[in-house]
């Protein structure tokens, strides 16, 4: 009995740092859009465009994933 209520807490656990992990994507994911476009619009130059736009495309990425993380954590807890 005590292992299933400890593998219980565990699964808990899990959770938990899945939401947080999936918080910090998210965040982490806005900052990349916010401020990496910011500098190529201060740069005005070719190369810092493309640089732009893989940010873009990796703080879309991260803020997806982060959001995907939260809502498995959300539907495993509803389980």
Do not use: C
């Not at 916010?34 to 893989?54: C, D, G, H, M, R």
Request: hydrophobic share 45%; no cysteine; proline share 1%.
């Amino acid at each position: 009995m005590l292992d299933n209520s400890s593998s219980l807490t565990e699964d808990a656990k899990k959770r938990v740092r899945k939401k947080h992990a999936g918080e910090v994507f998210s965040e982490l994911g806005v900052l990349v859009l916010l401020f990496l476009p910011l500098e190529t619009i201060l740069q005005k130059n070719t190369y810092w465009l493309e640089v732009s736009a893989v940010a873009f495309l990796f703080g879309v990425g991260l803020v997806i994933g982060g959001i995907e993380l939260r809502i498995s954590a959300i539907s495993e807890d509803r389980e």
